[in-house]
């Protein structure tokens, strides 16, 4: 990314006569550099309180409760990891997190089953099976609630109205995902195990969308009622539990967010070097030419539906950058307007995909992993899969 933005640069100055992009360049390494410290700052909070939090669940038992509930999945998916291990229990929370669209919330507990498998790697500077495994599941980014893509369409005539198809769209994403994994892993996807547990989340998402379908106007309501619900229904069993057991909660939470401020700071180098190749890219208009080209091969080719590449900015930055691809969204909302198909089909892509390169910088930063091996084409294959399912589906529905 920096040698294509460089080159560019260059050639827009010497040979363009552009001489205003190697400024903007400049300035977006500086400004980026920023926001990726700003990031990690008020990243610490977050991995603190959720550390913290943890921390409690497991003293109190209700991790290793939560383990052995998944651990019948798990031990076919995640081979390589010891019966009820605790790697298990921070995984599952990091899923749940992201299913409910808590991305602060993800991140920390993500973090830590990241940390917790390091300690079951015998090649510490090489992901491991468990560790691919675990990336590429996050990074298809299974969705059920997408509450920030709603709070960002609180001016449309229906705000939830792309519930629907961001759900379809980030399930086959992560269904692409886990059988690409599974096939380099040599993981047995037709187990009856896998299939009743992939079973028992296809009924309740199923039975949610059909209350939603047949109640629209409580869309929203059935969103933040049962992912805030969730959580916090999380949170209290984990001190009422550890209550029970006679833990002293306020110590435990303080010895779990202690170790926040050094996850975070651990992040800081991984994070800045992503987000400035990503602001070079953009400023020097590498972006941009990309997009001009894809809609130029659309035409090319006789396709007369090119609403979906006004939407592709969404597409490119979502693996990059969660911030950037926000930002994208917003200026084709801008553009286009709320309700507009572009606008719809950038929402979709927004909550059909997850930040692929941001969470393998950050995830395996944290932990010293150099050797990624296949863990960034099977996060990416998901991701495309993810984006061809949201316009696909988008059109169905709005087309």
């Known amino acids: 990314m920096f040698v294509i933005a460089i080159s560019l640069g260059f050639f827009k100055t010497i040979v363009m006569g552009d001489y205003g992009v190697m400024k903007d360049m400049i300035d977006s390494l500086s400004s980026s ?54 790697a298990i229990g921070s995984m599952m929370m990091n899923f749940s997190a992201n299913m409910l669209g808590l991305d602060n919330a993800a991140t920390p507990l993500g973090l830590k089953a990241m940390k917790e498998l390091q300690e079951l790697n015998p090649e510490k500077d090489r992901a491991s099976n468990s560790q691919i495994m675990f990336l590429v599941l996050n990074t298809s980014g299974l969705t059920i609630i997408p509450i920030s893509i709603f709070a960002l369409r609180s001016g449309a005539d229906s705000p939830t109205e792309i519930f629907l198809p961001i759900l379809i769209s980030t399930f086959i994403a992560s269904l692409a995902g886990l059988i690409f994994v599974a096939i380099r892993q040599r993981i047995n996807l037709l187990n009856g195990t896998i299939i009743s547990y992939i079973g028992i989340l296809s009924l309740l998402i199923g039975l949610m969308l059909y209350y939603v379908i047949k109640n629209p106007s409580q869309g929203e309501a059935v969103s933040v009622v049962v992912g805030g619900g969730i959580m916090f229904g999380i949170i209290l069993s984990f001190i009422l539990m550890a209550i029970r057991k006679k833990v002293n909660v306020y110590e435990s939470f303080i010895e779990g967010a202690k170790g926040g401020f050094n996850v975070a700071i651990g992040i800081i180098p991984y ?52 911030s950037g691809a926000r930002g994208a969204y917003v200026e084709v909302m801008t553009n286009f307007g709320v309700g507009s198909l572009q606008e719809r089909i950038a929402a979709t892509m927004q909550g059909s995909t997850e930040t692929t390169f941001y969470v393998l910088a950050v995830y395996f930063g944290s932990v010293g992993i150099k050797k990624t091996r296949y863990a960034a084409t099977a996060g990416l294959f998901a991701d495309f899969v993810g984006i061809v399912a949201a316009i696909v589906v988008s059109y169905i529905f709005f087309g």
């Open 33 to 86: 550099a920023k926001v990726g410290f700003e990031l990690s700052l008020y990243l610490t909070g977050a991995m603190c309180l959720w550390l913290g939090i943890m921390r409690i669940g497991e003293n109190g038992g209700a991790i290793s409760k939560l383990t052995k509930a998944v651990a019948p999945l798990f031990s076919k998916l995640f081979p390589e990891i010891p019966k009820n291990h605790p």
């Open 271 to 322: 994070l800045i070097a992503m987000l400035c190749a990503i602001a070079l890219f953009r400023a020097s208009g590498a972006l941009e030419g990309i997009l001009e080209g894809v809609r130029w091969l659309v035409l090319a080719a006789g396709l007369t539906v090119t609403e979906w590449v006004d939407a592709l900015p969404v597409a490119f930055m979502k693996p990059l950058s969660g």
